[in-house]
């Protein structure tokens, strides 16, 4: 179909209008429409029930009066007027339609000259013939109720009573009804306005926020007032912020560490490519062999720190991922997988081993790769020849500890509370190679698994660094 206006083709539904449409009809609209619709209902229901009790009770009214006019019409004595004897109730109706209905040879209704003749009809001749013992009936065509008590043989009162007044009473009822419904129902709505602009205030705080943070980057919290569910909604809506402030503050340390580690060897690598290219131009001074080979020695050893750096890194960054698959670990297959990674680079280290069997739910390869810069690390720092202890037990609190124990000189009592920071690197450390990222990758690791990792000295004198894991034995 084509829009007549814009001359554009209009017959395929928007996918977005749905969406824009539930936009427009704002929650607030919502609330407000749900208040009103409930107070509707219920004042439906009210008026409903309230109408039939009061509809019923008026009809039995009118039902229970004319029997017992009739009652007493049929026991009332006949009196002698100048034509005939009547029954004495016909002087008392002034408000009824009253008559004496004979059977015989024919039908007759005999009712005072003053009144109105009531109706009769199979009813009430079945009554006065003995065959009924009374009746009762709503008459369609002078909607009254007519009422039919036996007065003797062959004869039967007969009572009818308009329903008009009982009926306008009713109308009325239905319009005081409606009116105090509608009433209700305008102030619902008012109050549901009321109610819905004053709680969906913080929402409209955290909307705010929401945009402002999308908009600006800005991640302040937000006041919170109250104890209510929007305000714990607050809460964890300011909780979020500042995980992401802290996610953020950490990305941008590690980048500003990781251009400050980067630039010296990126300097001195270029400083030395400088040389050579310098050293390979006419006229320039030549180095000798020995010079040459300190440089390429140089470059080679510069590549490989870069090369680390970058690893450390990309690990740290994956790390900082979220990882919702875990899969079952068993830390002694880890172990084992790590040194044997570690024993080809240790040269005449040896390693002393004693694994006890644990079983926990986690990331393999993180693990590993958080033991295995445990045994480089202890590598790096003992002496040839020397030995590294890893032991791997369960200490009884629902926790095991991977401890890795090396002979080197230990570390510095001014350098443990530091040894697990990002790209610190003590004195001793600051000559051998490595990144001063691989402690940091061992604690995000244990961390992010629940545990934890620790710095201290072996009873040898060497550095002691102990992993700690939730679990349970295999």
């Known amino acids: 179909m084509t829009d007549p206006v814009h001359g554009v083709d209009v017959s395929e539904k928007d996918p977005r209008g749905d969406r824009w449409g539930a936009r427009r009809f704002s929650l607030r609209g919502r ?37 017992a006019r009739a009652r007493a019409a049929v026991e009332s004595p006949q009196v002698q007027t100048e034509l005939q004897q009547v029954p004495g109730a016909f002087l008392a109706s002034a408000d009824l339609q009253i008559g004496q209905l004979t059977v015989g040879q024919k039908v007759r209704l005999t009712y005072p000259q003053s009144g109105s003749r009531p109706p009769y009809g199979d009813d009430e001749i079945a009554v006065a013939s003995g065959d009924k013992p009374f009746s009762l009936r709503t008459d369609p065509k002078t909607d009254s109720r007519v009422v039919a008590l036996p007065q003797g043989a062959g004869q039967a009162m007969v009572l009818a009573q308009s329903l008009g007044p009982t009926k306008r009473t009713l109308n009325e009822l239905s319009v005081v009804l409606f009116l105090i419904g509608g009433a209700g129902i305008l102030v619902a709505a008012a109050a549901g306005t009321a109610v819905a602009r004053a709680g969906l205030r913080p929402v409209d705080r955290l909307t705010s926020a929401a945009e402002r943070v999308a908009t600006t980057g800005d991640l302040r919290p937000i006041p919170v007032s109250g104890d209510d569910e929007l305000a714990r909604l607050t809460q964890s809506f300011n909780t979020m912020l500042g995980t992401v402030a802290e996610s953020q503050e950490r990305q941008r340390q590690l980048v500003a560490d990781a251009g400050h580690e980067l630039r010296t060897p990126l300097t001195s690598l270029r400083t030395n490519l400088e040389l050579l290219l310098s050293a390979s131009r006419p006229g320039a001074r030549t180095l000798s062999d020995e010079d040459r080979a300190d440089i390429e020695a140089d470059i080679r050893g510069q590549l490989d720190e870069l090369t680390q750096l970058i690893g450390d890194l990309v690990e740290l960054a994956r790390q900082d991922e979220p990882r919702i698959e875990h899969e079952r670990v068993e830390m002694v297959d880890v172990v084992e997988r790590a040194l044997d990674r570690a024993r080809r680079r240790a040269g005449e280290i040896e390693f002393d081993v004693s694994l006890q069997p644990w079983v926990l739910t986690g990331d393999t390869s993180a693990l590993e790769r958080a033991v295995l810069n445990l045994l480089d690390n202890a590598v790096k720092f003992s002496p040839e020849g020397t030995t590294v202890g890893v032991r791997l037990y369960p200490v009884g609190d629902g926790t095991a500890v991977l401890e890795v124990e090396d002979s080197g000189p230990g570390i510095a009592d001014e350098d443990l509370p530091k040894v697990f920071d990002r790209f610190y690197r003590s004195s001793e450390a600051r000559t051998l190679p490595g990144s001063g990222l691989g402690l940091a990758i061992v604690q995000h690791a244990a961390q992010r698994h629940g545990g934890d990792v620790y710095a201290g000295r072996a009873p040898e004198g060497g550095a002691l660094m102990t992993l700690r894991l939730p679990g349970a034995p295999a």
């Open 31 to 67: 609330v407000t429409l749900l208040a009103a619709a409930s107070v509707a209902g219920a004042v439906a229901l009210v008026s409903l029930g309230a109408y039939l009790v009061v509809r019923d009770n008026l009809y039995q009214q009118v039902d229970d009066n004319l029997l």
